[in-house]
């Protein structure tokens, strides 16, 4: 399997911190943002390879990393190719899903793939996620059941039927039908990689990766792992500066 981190974004909401540097190479205690993903990666045992795609400004930080990264010896099991997209302003970003296109054109992926936003932080044990996809045999996503109305608006809100499998998905709905959210962490089977191709040539929207998943689900059964545990999204300078707080504290007791 291959694993692909979405960290092509400039972050602005994150200024003055993400001016000059990428938002998933913030520290969040004494581990960076992408790195609680790679021991996340590293413990399911199922991914070889590891894709960052980022932009053109950010590029030399990610590239400078990961050869740090890869001299420590800290992943053993996977290697780490930094892929530039060749953006370089928040205005002229690819988005998401096109990045995810732009690596499967120019790096020939045909395996299995999981595909994360760089700058969350799970705190469940990804193995069970993989086990979950090769139980369903099938693309999976996850969903997180939340009570926040407000916070569900502003999310990507996934319905789920009986058996696990998407029923319907909006992003940012006016009037939610249901109380998940989907975080960005999937898997697709390497079957279906062609279909983002196929998205994109229909002049979808290109840019949150859940728009993929409102169309893929109708094509093709996708199945949703319900994770209860907390998770982190990084999205503001107030939020990083909570989380901050929060590992802090944590890290006393």
Same mark, same amino acid.
């Given at each position: 399997?291959?694993?692909?981190?979405?960290?092509?974004?400039?972050?602005?909401?994150?200024? /003055?911190?993400?001016?000059?540097?990428?938002? /998933?190479?913030?520290?969040?205690?004494?581990?960076?943002?992408?790195?609680? #993903?790679?021991? %996340?990666?590293?413990?399911?045992?199922?991914?070889?390879?590891?894709?960052?795609?980022?932009?053109?400004?950010?590029?030399?930080?990610?590239?400078?990393?990961?050869?740090?990264?890869?001299?420590?010896?800290?992943?053993?099991?996977?290697? #780490?190719?930094?892929?530039?997209?060749?953006?370089?302003?928040?205005?002229?970003?690819?988005?998401?899903?096109?990045?995810?296109?732009?690596?499967?054109?120019?790096?020939?992926?045909?395996?299995? #793939?999981?595909?994360?936003? %760089?700058?969350?932080?799970?705190?469940?044990?990804?193995?069970?996620?993989?086990?979950?996809?090769?139980?369903?045999?099938?693309?999976?996503? =996850?969903?997180?059941?939340?009570?926040?109305?407000?916070?569900?608006?502003?999310?990507?809100?996934?319905?789920? %039927?009986?058996?696990?499998?998407?029923? %319907?998905?909006?992003?940012? $709905?006016?009037?939610?039908?249901?109380?998940?959210?989907? /975080?960005?962490?999937?898997?697709?089977?390497?079957?279906? =990689?062609?279909?983002?191709?196929?998205?994109?040539?229909?002049?979808?929207?290109?840019?949150?990766?859940?728009?993929?998943?409102?169309? =893929?689900?109708?094509?093709? $059964?996708?199945?949703?792992?319900?994770? /209860?545990?907390?998770?982190?999204?990084?999205?503001?300078?107030?939020?990083?500066?909570?989380?901050?707080?929060?590992?802090?504290?944590?890290?006393?007791?």
């Amino acid at each position: 399997m291959k694993a692909l981190i979405l960290a092509a974004g400039y972050a602005t909401r994150l200024y /003055p911190l993400t001016k000059d540097r990428p938002k /998933p190479l913030l520290k969040i205690g004494d581990k960076t943002i992408v790195d609680y #993903l790679l021991s %996340g990666f590293v413990e399911m045992g199922a991914i070889d390879d590891v894709f960052i795609v980022t932009n053109e400004k950010f590029y030399p930080h990610f590239h400078e990393w990961a050869e740090r990264t890869q001299k420590s010896g800290r992943y053993p099991n996977y290697n #780490l190719h930094i892929v530039n997209d060749r953006t370089s302003s928040n205005e002229t970003r690819l988005g998401a899903i096109a990045d995810i296109q732009f690596v499967l054109d120019h790096h020939q992926i045909h395996d299995d #793939l999981l595909i994360a936003a %760089g700058d969350n932080i799970f705190q469940f044990d990804l193995p069970r996620f993989f086990k979950f996809f090769r139980e369903k045999k099938s693309d999976i996503i =996850l969903a997180h059941p939340i009570d926040n109305e407000e916070r569900l608006r502003s999310a990507g809100v996934v319905e789920v %039927g009986d058996d696990g499998r998407v029923i %319907g998905f909006e992003e940012k $709905p006016a009037n939610p039908r249901s109380r998940f959210i989907a /975080p960005a962490l999937y898997i697709f089977k390497r079957e279906h =990689l062609h279909l983002f191709r196929d998205y994109l040539n229909m002049e979808n929207p290109a840019d949150a990766p859940g728009s993929f998943v409102a169309w =893929l689900h109708k094509i093709v $059964p996708v199945y949703a792992f319900v994770m /209860p545990e907390h998770y982190y999204d990084i999205g503001t300078l107030e939020m990083y500066n909570e989380v901050c707080r929060q590992f802090e504290e944590y890290t006393k007791e």
